[in-house]
């Protein structure tokens, strides 16, 4: 046996010191701290060992059973069983599995559907959009007209009268729909009626309720939107990537040359394998179970945030995300952030729509129950956890308060462990 290579095929993270002491230390806080991003979940073990598996030595191009390259007979199998389980799981004909991530599934969708140039008509990021939906630093930003909608100042919601009058005045090609800061369910079948009466094509970004729609707890994007991409995780609690649905063939090739040759290249069979073990996890009973209890949990969590005496944007929410407003107590989402993390809780700073700060020190926290929930917290403990959240953004700079909380919040993690 050649010793050129000793221990390749056998050690383990060992082999690395730094980088394991790097990873054991994510871990630790994982364990150790509760986790309210809302772009952040927690996986199953399922999910890991199918991301961290095999798959990851093997090269695919094209589409399921039409690969450019050979050796792909289980790759094939893998890829077509993550496709029927997701549009099995949200009823529609067709899906992409490929995408590295939401952004990726996004643009994939743009460059297919739509030629440079083109009008898109989606939400400000100011009043809760997300950033590959046409903002000016990115890609999407650059190549496509982007006009944006935003909220109504008095219900902090969006008001259709107004999207239409956007739609009419700049007849957009396409109208989409999602954002990754807003706490409302949205009109699908209102939207769509807009872009049907402006010719324009419609598509919803569900990332951040995904898991709801699947579940039936949020209104589902179909039969009212064209498209749909999404994440496969925030809600779905499964592996980071992106995935795009939809029900009309004469969208398919568009679509998939969108994705690939378009905006991405070989496809991360083991991300896929991940994402064919979420999507199995999700059709699942107990997923229904898990999302009306992250439904409850974000309630509890809104509801006692407020009798706290914290506004919340909207007056609450009706997914699992939340932005909470810190301008009425005096201090900025960034320094709220950076203390809440000393006490082992981690969240976002965030826009809220009209917020006369800048994004390095905005006005608001995005909070989440996700991955809370997926920890096994209930209500009772987001009731404890908001008071945790009120008592340190009400005195940022009390470092005793601040490291009392650390200790209670290590508490309650180790009674719903992890790994």
């Known amino acids: ?10 050690q383990g ?8 002491r790097a990873i054991g230390g994510e871990l630790a806080r994982q364990r150790q ?3 309210l991003i809302a772009s952040e979940n927690i996986v199953s073990r399922l999910v890991l060992e199918a991301q961290g598996s095999v798959l990851t030595n093997k090269t695919v191009e094209g589409l399921p059973y039409g690969r450019y390259y050979g050796g792909a007979e289980f790759a094939d199998a893998i890829e077509a069983l993550a496709v029927e389980r997701v549009t099995r799981l949200f009823g529609c004909a067709f899906a992409n599995v490929q995408p590295h991530s939401g952004s990726n599934a996004n643009a994939g969708v743009f460059l297919g559907l739509l030629k440079l140039g083109d009008t898109i008509l989606s939400m400000d990021t100011a009043a809760g959009g997300h950033i590959s939906h046409g903002h000016p630093a990115t890609l999407t930003g650059r190549d496509y007209t982007i006009v944006r909608y935003g909220v109504c100042r008095e219900s902090e919601t969006i008001e259709l009268a107004a999207l239409r009058a956007l739609a009419l005045a700049h007849r957009p090609r396409l109208i989409v729909a999602g954002g990754s800061a807003y706490p409302a369910a949205l009109d699908f079948a209102g939207m769509r009626a807009i872009a049907d009466e402006v010719g324009a094509l419609f598509m919803v970004d569900m990332a951040h ?3 709801l729609v699947a579940t039936g707890l949020y209104p589902h994007p179909f039969p009212h939107a064209h498209v749909v991409t999404s994440t496969s995780y925030k809600s779905l609690r499964g592996a980071r990537g992106g995935f795009v649905l939809w029900n009309d063939p ?5 679509i998939n040359y969108g994705i690939f040759p378009g905006v991405q290249g070989s496809v991360m069979m083991h991300a896929v394998a991940a994402k064919a073990a979420c999507f199995g996890e999700a059709l699942r009973p107990e997923f229904a179970a898990y999302n009306q209890a992250v439904l409850d949990n974000a309630r509890m969590l809104a509801m006692s945030l407020s009798a706290a005496g914290l506004r919340l944007v909207g007056g609450g929410t009706d997914c ?4 909470v407003d810190l301008s009425t107590i005096g201090v900025t989402g960034d320094i709220a952030a950076k203390a809440l993390e000393k006490a082992g809780l981690a969240v976002n700073k965030n826009l809220i729509p009209f917020d006369p700060r800048p994004p390095e020190a905005p006005s608001g926290l995005r909070l989440s129950s996700n991955a809370g929930t997926a920890r096994g917290f209930g209500t009772a403990e987001f009731a404890t956890i908001a008071g945790f959240i009120a008592a ?5 700079d009390d470092a005793a308060l601040i490291a009392d909380v650390a200790r209670q919040v290590r508490e309650l993690c180790a009674r719903f462990p992890i790994y």
């Open 13 to 20: 993270l060992e082999a690395d010191p730094e980088l394991e």
């Open 392 to 396: 340190v953004v009400k005195a940022p």
């Open 209 to 211: 309720f995904a898991g």
């Open 1 to 10: 046996m050649s010793t050129l290579h000793a221990g390749y095929f056998s």
């Open 250 to 254: 004469a969208l398919s090739d568009r």
């Open 320 to 323: 699992g995300l939340m932005l």
């Open 33 to 35: 701290g509760i986790e």
